[in-house]
């Protein structure tokens, strides 16, 4: 069984870099990738946030930093939310 929760660490760190890869990936094939990157990485800053609390929360299971992961992916979430509010297009996935 600890073979198990072994491995169940390294979830959270692999699904953050195959995040940032598809996000490095997107902001590549995109026409302005530095544009692009802007727009996505609220969102990928909040994915990450809440991978780590995950992989926190399958390991040592400090509380505290659960909780300080949450509140950061919540902001980043937040201003995800205003920028795609603020920029005209919203919710939509042009550009």
Request: net charge positive; hydrophobic share 60%.
């Amino acid at each position: 069984m600890s073979s198990l929760a072994d491995w169940m660490g390294w979830l959270p760190p692999i699904a953050v870099a195959i995040l940032w890869a598809e996000t490095a990936l997107l902001c590549a094939l995109a026409p302005r990738p530095l544009t692009r990157f802007q727009a996505l990485a609220p969102n990928a800053a909040s994915g990450t946030c809440l991978l780590l609390a995950l992989g926190v929360a399958l390991t040592t299971g400090g509380m505290i930093w659960i909780v300080a992961l949450l509140a950061l992916s919540l902001l980043a979430h937040a201003l995800d939310v205003l920028q795609r509010l603020g920029s005209g297009w919203a919710f939509s996935r042009r550009d």
